[in-house]
Every structure is written in C-alpha cells, then in structure tokens.
C-alpha cells in the first residue's frame, strides 16, 4: 500500500511495508516490541480475534486491510464472481469479534464503495478497494486528533486522571481516543497525571496504557482495578476517561469489563465520567445498551498468566470482555464531531448532521 508515511516517533500499531501489512503485536509489550506481516485477510482474521491488534477503531482499519487483500486476492474478471468472493471475505472477518461495531462499520464502507461502483472492472475494483482503505486508516488518526481537542477543554489544568483499559494511539490508527484527549489536553500547556487501571484480566492498562504513556513523558502511576474507589475517597482522583467498543442511540456504552464498576464509583464521589469515542463506534440502530452483543473470551485468559496457573483446574469461569455503562452515569461523551452531554439520544443523532 504506497503512500503511507511513517512517523517513527508517532505510536502506531498498524503499517505499510513493501506491499505487507505490519502489526505490532499487542500481546508481547510491553516487553517486547514485535511487528508480525501480514499479507492475507485469513492472517488478518486472525490477528483480529486472537487480539494481535485490539482497540475497536484498530479493529476496524484492520477489518478495512483485510477487505482489500481478500478483494485483491480474488481470482476472477467477473463482476458477479467478486462480488460473491468479497461478501465471503467480509463473513470471515465479521466472525472474528462481535462487540466492537467499528469491525462492521469498516466491513460495511468497505462494500458499500464496492456496490456504489458496480460498473468498473474487477481490476478497478480491487485498486479502488486499496484506496479506500488506506483512506479509513489515514481518517481514523485525523478524526483521534480532532476528537482529542473537543476533549481537552474537559480536562482542568492539574488533573488527575484515571483511565481503564488502553484507549490509545495503540487501540487505533494513532493518536489515540480517551488518551488523544489527554495528549491533546497536554499539547495545549496543561499538566496532567494520569492513574491507570491495571484491566484484568488481558492487562491492558498495565501492558499498553502504561507503556503510551511512558513513551510520550505523560506521568502515570500503574494501580490495580481495586484500587480505584479507595483513591477516590482520597480526593487522589479528579475526573474519569475512557473509551468505546459500541455506544447504542441512547447514550449506554459498551466498553472493556469494568468500566462500568468505574464509572458507578466514579457517580458514588461526584466525580465526571467522559467516554471518548469516534462517530464510527456509535450504533444508531440500537436503542440501548442491554442489544449490545458481549463477547465471552477463553476461560484460560482468567486462569492462567501465560504459562503460569493461577486457579485450580476444571474450576468453571466466565469471561465476559465486556461490559455495560447506562448513560446515566456518563457525565459526556466527546467525538471528532462534537461533546455530548444531557440528552445523548437526540445529542448523539445531532452530530452525524454536522
């Protein structure tokens, strides 16, 4: 894929490489700094579900990279033929993870370019494909830096913030969304600290919240999840950002398991809770959070830490990926378009006609 310039002191987890997709695979930092290649969209599939690449924006570029090379990878001159081929490509990476609605967004603009331009040859097809997503790639960092300056304004001076999961320039094309705010929030002369929930039981927090951060001289102090009520009683925290797997119509946000025990200690001690999430991670077709489909991963992820045992065997476990936070307890919800407060459903419908 020409044309994508690469920064090397801008964090990015997906790049271009002599006609391979790279990804930096999530799974071995923050130790290890890994790019694995990728050339086919079963590769990519994979990479998707076994959470190579994680962050619902990631996924969606990633889904848009796997588009193309299926497309590209399609042996055929006939129209009909492809377009038969293509939905079959969309089916397997539709199945890799089913919560963050970014992975059907891409899918969807994906076929939706491929459908409006049924009169071109399957060649024209594919180069046009490619183009497209290079262009969901290269939007997803602009709109996280847009995104971040309508939130820096939420983040006083002095701050200290604490975050769940990793919503960063990891969990998206670059820059990041609830940590593009606080970037963006620094950019602009603010001093900010941020406490950041270890996430168990993947330890997102830990491995890659962390690790941004660091690498971008932001100061932040690793915590258990835990902790976070009792430093709330403290007064040692000031205010709440996370981000987004899917947002229904009314304002309820999935977002990585337990976000939503934040955000309720969060409303426990007056304290704002901001979700940071791009226009692509709304689902406008649900009316509200209890339609979002919850992922359940492998059991092992909560009985072991790599090889190392941690519960007794055959004990049962459930994992859900997931969870729920009712609007109620979301002070606002920040995009590239806009905030939201108040009244998210008629809020939320306002932004796509900006």
Partial sequence: ?????????????????NGACQMLDQ???PTEEI????????????AIRSMVVRGAPAIGVAAAIGTWFGARDIETESSEVFFVELEKVCEVLAATRPTAVNLFWALERMKSFAHANLDRSVLELKIGL???????TQEDEQLCIKLGRHGAGLIPDGARVLTHCNAG???TAGYGTALGVLRAAVASGKKISVLADETRPFMQGARLTAWELQKDNIPVTLICDNMAGYLMSKGEIDCVIVGADRIASNGDVANKIGTYTVAVLAREHNLPFYVAA??????????DGSQIPIEERDAREITHVGDIQLAPSG???RNPAFDVTPARFVTAIITEAGVVEGDYSQGLAALFNK
């Fill in 130 to 136: 490619e183009y497209e997503a290079l262009a969901i």
């Fill in 278 to 287: 791009p226009l692509s991670t709304l689902d406008m077709s649900l009316t």
């Fill in 35 to 46: 790019w694995i290649n990728y050339t086919d969209y079963q590769g990519v599939a994979e």
């Fill in 27 to 29: 799974r071995r930092l």
């Fill in 169 to 171: 320039a990891l969990a």
């Fill in 1 to 17: 894929m020409s044309g994508c310039q690469i920064d090397k002191n801008v964090i990015r987890p997906i790049r271009f490489f």
């Fill in 315 to 317: 004990v049962p476990v």
